[in-house]
């Protein structure tokens, strides 16, 4: 699986849209950008994925470049419970020989304060 | 909003001592796996199961490690003989085809 930098923090007001980026130079064609976030003393919680279109859901959108070599998270309106880290990780799709592991980084602490 | 859930959600036990972590996959999924995480470091995978067998396992996943799913509702992970090293949080999760991964709230083992 390809890997990925993120930053190692980010603060964001509560209200505002929370942009949290991540650098995947060497993704690969079959591969997928996934977005996981972890809250203190919880399990990993799934937020969103894609290919190479843009995603949107309840929670949050994600923005790939056209290159796919970078991806953005975007929460539009932040909250105090948003507070977590946030874990972007790239791997094969979960088709053919792939039973899906998740390599997980150190991930971007996000802090959305009053 | 179904949930993958993890039982107990604190083990403690002393070092040599078996222990079973317990864990109940979404309903209808059919791939499972168990990761870890030491106190102030990263999610680490540890082992994937799959129509009954394991299909991929990691480094840490040695011979003191296995996982059953003795029904069709539980999947488990059991430690022969803990170490002090084992001290974690271990997160179970399950998807289905296609899906994404989704995980429990965890089980910390401490080992005295």
């Known amino acids: 699986d390809a890997k990925t930098t993120q930053p190692t923090s980010m603060d964001c007001a509560e209200g505002r849209a929370a942009n949290l980026p991540c650098n995947h130079s060497?993704?690969?064609?079959?591969?997928?950008v996934y977005w996981y976030r972890q809250i203190h003393s919880q399990g990993p919680q799934y937020i969103i994925h894609g290919l190479k279109n843009n995603e949107t859901n309840e929670m949050a959108s994600l923005i790939i470049t056209e290159d796919r070599k970078s991806s953005t998270l975007i929460l539009p309106h932040a909250t105090l419970r948003d507070t977590a880290v946030y874990y972007c990780?790239?791997?094969?799709?979960?088709?053919?020989?792939?039973?899906?592991?998740?390599?997980f980084g150190q991930g971007t602490i996000l802090t959305v304060h009053p | 909003e179904p949930e993958v859930t993890q039982t107990p959600s604190h083990q403690v036990t002393q070092m040599g001592q078996e222990v079973i972590l317990r864990c109940v996959p979404i309903?209808?999924?059919?791939?499972f796996y168990w990761y870890r995480q030491i106190l102030g470091q990263k999610v680490e995978f540890l082992v994937s199961?799959?129509?009954?067998?394991?299909?991929?396992k990691s480094e840490i996943f040695d011979d003191q490690f296995s996982v059953e799913r003795p029904d069709g509702s539980n999947f488990t992970l059991k430690i022969r003989s803990t170490k002090l090293e084992d001290s974690a949080m271990y997160f179970c999760a399950s998807r289905g085809l296609n899906q994404p991964q989704h995980f429990g709230d965890g089980t910390r083992l401490s080992i005295l």
């Open positions: 990780i790239v791997r094969v799709s979960t088709g053919g020989t792939s039973y899906g592991k998740l390599t």
């Open positions: 309903s209808n999924h059919l791939y």
């Open positions: 199961f799959y129509n009954n067998e394991i299909s991929e």
């Open positions: 060497t993704i690969s064609g079959n591969e997928y």
